[in-house]
């Protein structure tokens, strides 16, 4: 009964420590700093959407950064005004209807998301049908075409100009709500009918198969839900950062969001979020080593483009030498703290078993 | 169109197809015998541009050299590849050597962006290569002429030794079933190696032959082409050789048409190798000449 109680407890009360924290930062941290912490909110949703796909499921999905992108573009000019709108567009105007709309940011980002999940059903259709490693091509090739595509649509996307002056509108509340809710979700994912029936996915296919799981379905229904997120997740970084185009949405953005599942443990929660939180904050603290340094009166020059080779480095290490990620399959949970210190104060606990969080 | 111009952009094309068609080869071997998409062939194709760069002007090796060098180097590395980054995973899950194929891609590229500085780089041409000849009435740039040369007889001879040589019959064993022609007594592992230094080799080729036809090298060159490569191999059934060369010819052929017959659409030009992908994912998945396959567990 108590047992009870404190598991219902458990997920509430961090959430809270967590809410009190950014409550503390908003008014006490640099804007620098709460840039970053922004950031690996929104990293965190988008590498659990992720997890989903590559960790869970077993599948092999590169498109984040082509999510990112419709959801960012979505988000963006539906919640930029018309005013605005004229002076950014001012090489070809912005096609008819969607020149004059102007959304909330919730509406936009529920849009955000609703498109990059259909445009994950398209991507993951035809990879699925046949041969699931066709969906890292797939998506891979998805992702760069589509970075074509909007170069070349100007009159909705403005081109490779891109866009500007995005009203600022994502603030702490937005990005650590859009991660806690994935969290949620992701827990609740796993623990259901849906989450086992990836998982056995992943385990052996066949087998599952012969269990009666559709394949074809679920496969789709998780890329659908990780291109979703995705898409959110992009949303919430344009407006954000106030000025997109299509460059942003190349690889790297892809592979840091890859480094982050991997380097976490791929297929926990836990880890996810962890290797968000490193990854995102490495990120800049590597921007150092690509600036110039002054040491007394020694300048040693920065080497641009060093964090994506120490990042793919990291990942090529990580994969050959601990697969298993910082949290392997584990995840953290009321059960596995109790159950380590029990162990710490050697007494043993009857209810063994330290997976998934309740 | 004139005649004239419609020959012209035949042969444009026929070159850009045949230079996918040996990245192609490449990704298409590799596939069949690993069930593995080598995510680093691309870059293995960038770097053998930098390796016969580097030979030419630093170097000053005259150019037949710094080729046959740079064949040389790309194909270690290629090995190099999979004996690191791809055999100590055989064993586990698909998804881990996946992973560890596109971190080393990614690894390679931004090397490449580290140690070659991103500007764009012309490359040396040897002289013959610029100039114009023509042939029957037209008027064509030597280097196609050049390209199919050279490109044509290495494709005719890698069928011929897969075909016709005990090697090339492991190999196709190989791909056919990895367990079963390991039992027939097949050293495995020098047949991936063997698979490793022909794919890599075929790729220094095509870098350096894509490298006379669009003499401007930079570390990033090697994702559309490698991407695009692989689309070939897909269209014409992945892990079949030939496929992957009619693959090849198809796209490139194909590319250089639509630019030349609808103008206003060049601008998507690397998008249609995309939609090549999807119609034969959606239409035919085994691609052109694959032959439908069983997954067992």
């Known amino acids: 009964m108590i047992e ?9 009360i961090v959430i809270i420590i967590v809410g009190l924290f950014l409550y503390w930062g908003n008014s006490n941290l640099t804007g620098y700093q709460i840039r970053i912490l922004n950031l690996i909110g929104i990293y965190i949703g988008i590498a659990l959407g992720l997890n989903l796909v590559n960790g869970l499921t077993g599948q092999f999905s590169l498109g984040v950064a082509g999510f990112m992108a419709i959801g960012a573009y979505t988000t963006a000019i539906l919640t930029m005004s018309p005013q605005i709108k004229q002076m950014v567009y001012f090489i070809d105007p912005l096609i008819s209807p969607l020149d004059r709309i102007q959304w909330g940011f919730l509406p936009a980002l529920l849009m955000a998301g609703l498109l990059s999940g259909f445009a994950a059903l398209l991507i993951g259709w035809p990879a699925f049908k046949f041969r699931d490693d066709y969906l890292a091509v797939t998506t891979l090739g998805f992702a760069e075409i589509l970075r074509v595509i909007f170069t070349n649509t100007r009159s909705i996307t403005n081109g490779a100009l891109g866009l500007k002056a995005i009203p600022e509108t994502t603030n702490l509340a937005w990005t650590w709500g859009f991660a806690i809710i994935c969290v949620l979700l992701m827990i609740r994912l796993k623990n259901s009918n849906f989450g086992r029936s990836i998982i056995a996915i ?31 997740g992009g949303g919430l970084l344009g407006n954000l950062i106030t000025t997109i185009d299509p460059n942003m949405f190349r ?16 297929g926990s929660i836990t880890g996810t979020v962890i290797g968000a939180t490193l990854v995102a904050s490495s990120l800049e603290i590597l921007r150092r080593i690509e600036e110039p340094i002054h040491i007394l009166n020694l300048t040693i020059p920065g080497i641009p483009g060093m964090r994506m080779v120490i990042f793919a480095g990291t990942l090529v290490i990580v994969i050959l030498f601990y697969r298993t990620g910082i949290m392997g399959e584990k995840e953290f949970s009321r059960k596995a703290v109790w159950n380590k210190l029990n162990k710490i104060f050697k007494q043993s606990s009857p209810d063994g078993g330290e997976n998934n969080a309740s | 169109m004139s005649l004239e111009l419609f020959f012209q ?10 230079l996918y068609a040996l990245i192609a080869v490449g990704y298409t071997m590799v596939y069949g015998i690993l069930r593995l998409i080598n995510f680093a062939h691309g870059e293995v194709f960038m770097f053998s541009t930098y390796f016969a760069f580097f030979g030419i ?8 050299i710094s080729f046959i060098i740079a064949i040389i180097l790309t194909s270690m590395l290629g090995v190099t590849i999979e004996k690191v980054a791809y055999r100590p995973l055989r064993k586990t899950p698909k998804v881990y050597v996946l992973i560890s194929a596109i971190g080393v891609s990614f690894f390679l590229q931004n090397l490449g962006l580290v140690l070659f500085g991103g500007r764009p780089r012309a490359f040396p041409r040897p002289e013959f290569i610029r100039t114009t000849m023509t042939i029957a009435g037209i008027r064509v740039s030597a280097v196609f002429i050049v390209i199919l040369i050279i490109v044509i007889p290495i494709l005719i001879g890698l069928l011929f030794f897969l075909y016709k040589t005990k090697l090339g019959l ?18 495995i592992d020098r047949v991936i190696s063997l698979t490793f230094i022909i794919g890599s080799a075929l790729a220094a080729v095509g870098g350096i032959m894509w490298a006379q036809r669009f003499p401007e090298i930079n570390p990033i060159m090697g994702l559309f082409p490698g991407m695009k490569a692989f689309i070939c191999a897909v269209f014409g059934g992945i892990g079949n050789i030939g496929g992957a060369m009619l693959g090849g010819i198809c796209l490139g052929l194909a590319e250089i048409m639509l630019v ?12 249609f190798a995309f939609i090549m992908l999807i119609t034969i994912l959606l239409v035919k998945p085994t691609g052109l000449l694959g032959e439908k396959t069983v997954v067992k567990a």
């Open chain 2, 260 to 271: 030349a017959f609808l103008p206003g659409l060049s601008g998507y030009r690397d998008a």
């Open chain 2, 57 to 64: 002007m630093i170097f000053t090796l005259p150019w037949y």
């Open chain 1, 202 to 232: 992943r385990e052996n296919e066949v087998a599952a198969e012969a269990m009666g799981i559709p394949l074809f379905y679920y496969k789709n229904l998780a890329h659908v839900i990780a291109g979703a997120m995705a898409g959110v």
């Open chain 1, 4 to 12: 009870k109680i404190y598991n219902r407890l458990f997920i509430p």
């Open chain 1, 251 to 266: 690889f790297p953005l892809t592979f840091t969001v890859l480094l982050m599942v991997v380097i976490g443990g791929m």
């Open chain 2, 170 to 187: 492991a190999m196709r064993a190989a791909s056919w079933n990895y367990d079963v022609s390991r039992l027939m007594g097949i050293d």
């Open chain 2, 9 to 18: 952009n035949l042969i444009n094309g026929l070159t850009l197809g045949s």
